[in-house]
């Protein structure tokens, strides 16, 4: 079965500082890839998605996210956070139907 | 054009009550999926509905769970007998088509049984 794994389960930064948050996904073919961010009490805000074609990916709020195939992985990045960044962030994959696999999220915590 | 909308926002039950989460879905989605997100894990899929029917409901427990999407009115996740295990967040999304890459969330429904 295809899995989603962030090996990260919380990170702190520095506000203007850069982040990059780790996903890897166990899975013979290519499959639809995304990141979603869950601000407290909130629900799943849609960051970005890989379906194909150009692998760095460029998504909401000044995120973006490079697929490398070789490594499996779908890292997401951001140059410089902001405090509004402090959050969740799950990684998912869809793979041949509509079902999402998450990956058990990565905390970000943003100190002044 | 209203998000998909779930309520309550949260629900306290005692044990052996029962529980019903609602979700409407965005206008012109007719496809809805619930999720279960328990505490320290990511969301994992429960069921997937058109209306009137249940697609895919592999991941809903065999016992107490249900869920329904009828012709008029919101999805429906009913949770009979609760335990603290069903104690969790429960989000449901909404798609204008059967693959999962146009997915909108709810903003959930926290569950909380004592």
């Known amino acids: 079965a295809q899995s989603v794994t962030q090996p990260d389960i919380h990170i702190t930064v520095s506000e203007g500082a850069s982040l990059e948050l780790r996903c890897n996904y166990s899975?013979?073919?290519?499959?639809?890839l995304f990141w979603y961010v869950q601000s407290p009490g909130q629900g799943l805000q849609l960051l970005l998605k890989?379906?194909?074609?150009?692998?760095l990916v460029q998504g909401i709020k000044g995120f973006e996210a490079e697929f490398k195939r070789s490594q499996s992985s779908f890292n997401l990045r951001k140059p410089s956070v902001h405090w509004s960044d402090a959050a969740e962030y799950f990684c998912?994959?869809?793979?041949?139907?509509?079902?999402?696999?998450f990956g058990a999220g990565t905390t970000v915590t943003v100190r002044a | 054009n209203a998000g998909v909308m779930q309520n309550p926002r949260h629900l306290v039950r005692r044990r052996g009550q029962e529980a019903r989460l609602r979700c409407s879905p965005m206008?012109?989605?007719?496809?809805v999926y619930w999720y279960r997100q328990l505490p320290e894990e990511g969301l994992k899929f429960m069921v997937y509905?058109?209306?009137?029917?249940?697609?895919?409901e592999s991941g809903m427990p065999k016992e107490r769970f249900s869920a329904e999407f009828p012709k008029e009115g919101p999805s429906i996740l009913r949770i009979q007998q609760v335990v603290r295990g069903d104690s969790a967040a429960y989000f449901c999304?909404?798609?204008?088509?059967?693959?999962?890459?146009?997915?909108?969330f709810g903003s959930g429904t926290q569950l909380s049984v004592l």
């Open positions: 999304a909404s798609s204008p088509t059967a693959t999962g890459e146009k997915l909108f």
């Open positions: 899975y013979g073919a290519t499959p639809y």
């Open positions: 890989y379906f194909s074609g150009d692998t």
């Open positions: 998912a994959v869809v793979l041949n139907d509509y079902k999402l696999s």
């Open positions: 206008k012109g989605h007719s496809h």
């Open positions: 509905l058109q209306k009137e029917n249940i697609i895919d």
